[in-house]
Each structure stands twice: as structure tokens, then as C-alpha cells.
């Protein structure tokens, strides 16, 4: 008894021998609560001079999975730390990257792999707990003793926005309109995001906060839409579309869209073929219609089909499907070619030259030489170098592999993370200045 009870005071006594401490190290994140899509600027204090340190992010997800992230740094001769200005020696990056602890934010150990962090409820802020840790400690080890921590609150949502849920005719989703101090009315936006299904409102929870009004816009598994993706109706598009010119709050007298994926080939057809439509932005599209029959009308573009004989599966099981897709530019395949060459409105073709999900560079290399066959220049192309498939507003953390709904196993969307992060910041701002320039 006597043994155990001087084992317990040893820590203590240890404690009690150790030289006098400096003063606190301390962790400032700024803004403390600010837009998602903002940066924010980390400073460290009160380290000694060149002392390494492990700083580490983590979040949680809507359903409670912890992300993390982690960073090597050593302080200045002050025994400071600016993230904006110092470099992380190792990690999860490398190089000075003012927001390399948001975007590197990945699965946390004992979470499944291949989840993306990205909120379901915008109206709640994300949360994310920064630490400095004594030490450098390598991903998959323990951390070192914390030293400082914060917290700091990135908001989908600004204080003021309205979110009003939809039931028009047949169209669901979600208006988001810039807080009501504003007057308005705002450039009005159709958001749509890809084969996910559902209801995806982040993107536009951020457009309404920088000014648009935004309707997030499902088109399949969500309320009483159609559980699957078997075909579409262009009509449902375009009813939403009339909806958003209305509206009061809406500029007119166009409207804009912007998509992702299956979302940026829905955003071609519609300005094809919708003149409500003004304004197209396509992130990581193809310029034919894929998957599912789309209807309009008299006319039916057919979808092209992946060719599952053409997929290749790592040792890690993940599936690689960059070939899959039936070649749009086989003679065989030209009644799905979305004849974009009939749009009057202006075109933001933004594609990740890593692309792994589909040949997102050829396809928007063969948009653009459609356009100019037929003497149009009512384009602009925003090409990254290392960025792969899901191109999101500035900070979404990068995710190289994620879980396929439809599918149902971890594809490969490709890129590089830190150059996929600059291209998310990018593309950002250059999206809202076309939008702003063709909507006015």
C-alpha cells in the first residue's frame, strides 16, 4: 500500500521539481464565428523560441463522425506562430496555407474512411476545436500535452437569412434569401448538386449570405420526388426556373444555375433549352446527357451508361470509374449531346484537370469547340491543375475517395489536396463575379 501510494505522489513530486513555467501559451482563431467560406487567421503566443508544436483541428459531422487534422509548426524567435506567414514542416500539409487545418480535415481514426464533412443542417454553425500540442506527433500517433486551445464557429447560414422550405406545384427544396436589411431584389440562382440525390443546401446558404437569391434545387430521392434516377423531365427544371424569375425578391429578368456534376449537365440543358436561363455555371460537367433519359417535349436526350467492364478496382477496394463512361464523342452517341450552341445566355466552365470521376477536361474542351463551330464565344473556362471532381465553396475539406451513394462503395474523384483547396478558394470568388456580371 505504502509502494502504490508513493507511485501516485510521484507524478506530483515530479510536478513540484519542474523548473518555473513561461508564461501561457495562448491560441487566437479569428473570427471567432464567421461565414464558412471566409478564412480566418491563427496566431500562437507564448511558445519559447523554436519550439516545435502539433497544432490539430476537429469537427464533427451532423450525425456525431469526428474529423481531424494536424499540422507541424515551430514557433519564431518570440515564440510565435502567425499561420498566415509560417510554414507547417509535416503533417497532413506542408507550406504556409492560412486554412491547411480546415481543408486537411479527414475521418478521424476509429470513423469510417471515405465520409465527407459537409453539413446537412446549414442553419447550425460547424464547430471546430483547434489545439496546440507540444511536439510533433505524426497522424495516427498520440498527440503531445495541450498547451492552448479554441474554438471557433464557421456558419453556412449569416445571421438574417431566410430559408423557406418549397412546395410549388411539383418543385421541393429550398429558397435562401439574403438577410432582409438588404432590400433587394437579389440575382436570383438555381443550385444543384449531382447523383447524391437528396437535398444539398450549403452552397446555397452561402450565396444567399454573399447576396443571391438561391434555390436548392433536388431532383431525385427527397420528399415525394422519385427515389432513383431513371429519367428526367426537363419540365420540373423549368417550372423551377419560372418560379425564381417571379419571385419578388427575384432581379430578373434572367435567372442563373450552378452544378456540380450530373448538377452542371442539368445546368447546360436548361440554358439550352430554358430562356428563363441566362447564366450557366458548370463545375466538373460533361457536355452530353449521362445516366438518365432527359425529357423535353417532343425531345429525349438519351443518357450515356457506364460501362462497368470498364471499371477498375484498387487493392484498397477503390473503384475507379474515369473510364466507364461511353465515349460522347463516338458518331453513335451524338443524340445525347446537350446542342449548347443554342444557349443566348453566358457559360463558367470550371473543371479539375485531376478529375478521376469522369473526363471532366474533355468534356469541356469539347463544349468550347461545339461553341466556337458555331461562332459563339459566350464562354470562360476556369481549368486547375491537381484539383479532382467536387469542386466546393473554399475550406469544404478535400475527400480524394468518397462513399458513392448510388454505388454504394468508395469511388475515386481524384486531386491533390492542397491544390484542390487553392482551386475551391479560386473558383469561388471568379463564380460570383460571373454570376453578378450576367445577372446583374
Known sequence: AASLAAAAAAPARALL?????????????????????ERVETRVAGLSPGQPVTLRAVAADDRGCLFQ????????SRGELHLGTDASHGGDYTGVEPMGLFWSLAPAGMEKPYQRLVPRNTSLPMKVEVFVHEGHSPPGSMPGPVVAKA???RLFTAPGVRRIRLKEGVVRG???LPPGEWDGPFPGVIDMYGDEGGLIEFRSSLLATRGFAALSLPYFDFEDLPRVLKELKLEYFEEAARFLQRHPKVKGPGVGVIGT??????ALSMITFLPEVVAAVSISGCSSNTVADLHYGETTLPGLRFDMKKVSVSDSGVFDIFEALDDPMNPANSPSVIPIEKAEGHFLLVVGEDDRMWKSSLYAELAIRRLRQHG???FELLSYPGAGHRIDPPSTPFCQVAMDRVLGVPVLGGGKSKAHAHAQEHSWGKIQEFLHLRLG
Open 17 to 37: 521539481r519542474a523548473p518555473p513555467a513561461r508564461r501561457a501559451a495562448s491560441l487566437a482563431v479569428s473570427p471567432t464565428a464567421g461565414p464558412a467560406d
Open 69 to 76: 487534422s494536424r499540422a507541424h509548426y515551430r514557433a519564431d
Open 151 to 153: 474554438e471557433v464557429q
Open 174 to 176: 429550398s429558397l435562401f
Open 261 to 266: 456534376g450530373k448538377g452542371a449537365e442539368l
Open 376 to 378: 459563339k464565344e459566350n
